[in-house]
């Protein structure tokens, strides 16, 4: 019997379980800040006594156990009722407190959009909606996966619309949605959030778009958890000699047209990087501004697909649909082959 170990046999790959489809977006080994928005909320209300927080049943899947732990006098559970909520938010809000209001970013949009728009929007209250999983942040399907939400949303006067990229973003923005005279929705990351933009002298600012690497090839103008897969192909192309540019834009609305508009004049290949369907979102905006202006040049677009999405692991999905940092790599690179041969014909 031949006893000679088989020293060819690659390791068996790693089998992808249902953890996988509601994983942490932090890599192994990447700094991270556990449940950013609730120690954020707890330390913003031992300064201000206005502030309050709300949930329909998923404190949780939000990371607003953190504060309902620290200052439950602080805090209201509604149960499983997100019109309910909403409307006690702006019952709040009218005797002058500060609500922040957590549920998943599905129900927030899709069954509370009337109380939204008509008890808050309209009334112009500073009620925070704070919602988890937005776009592709869980494999559990289009129940959960709210792909659309900021096309909801965009239309509704007086709402302003955060899409953070990171813990930095979040523990930065929760004071400013405070401070703001009006409704405002983020489509909040929960859990281990990765600590990105710390390394790139950030400082978060209501409304404002920040450059955080220049480049002379390509732009890239990206919100929410695609500004780290963009900062990270920038990396990866500037092995090939690839200069990439990386515009963060945490705010969707109010837009910073000035910021965008000023960065598209320069003559580079443009794409935005979006964790949403392509239709309604960061896409939609930039192009609209361009066109506004007389700016008439291609965008690109890479985002979520006009579709619902299929259940299953997020690295799977993310590859599949286009949104992970190799497939953002690998687009670049398509779009810029045929502009290199042309300049050496």
Known sequence: MNTTPNTNT?????????????ASLAREGQRVTQAPLGHALVELAQRDERVVGLSADLAKYTDLHILRDAMPDRFYQVGMAEQALLGMAAGLAMEGFVPFASTYSVF????????????IAEANLNVNMVCALPGLTT???PSHQATEDVAILRGMPNLTIVDPC??????????????????????????????????????????????????ADVLLISTGLMTERALEAAKELATDKVDVAVLHVPTLKPLDEDTILRELARDRLVLT??????????FDAVAHAAVRDGIFRQITPIGLPDEFLDAGALPTLNDRYGVSTAKIAERVKSLLSPQRTERVD
């Not at 690659?10 to 509601?22: E, G, R, V, Y």
């Not at 979040?170 to 004071?175: G, H, K, M, T």
């Not at 990087?273 to 960061?282: A, S």
Request: hydrophobic share 35%; net charge negative; proline share 5%.
């Open 108 to 119: 927030a949009t899709r069954r509370a959009y009337d109380f939204l728009c008509l008890d």
């Open 273 to 282: 990087c979006e964790n949403h369907t392509i239709i309604g979102g960061l």
């Open 166 to 215: 990171d813990a930095v973003d979040i523990e930065q923005a929760v004071p400013q949605l405070a401070a703001h005279d009006g409704p405002t929705y983020t489509r909040i990351l929960r859990g281990k959030v990765p600590r990105v933009l710390d390394e790139y002298d950030y400082t978060f600012e209501l409304g404002k778009a920040k450059m955080l690497r220049d480049g």
């Open 139 to 141: 494999g559990y399907g």
């Open 10 to 22: 690659a390791a068996p790959k790693k089998k992808l379980t249902s953890d996988a489809m509601s």
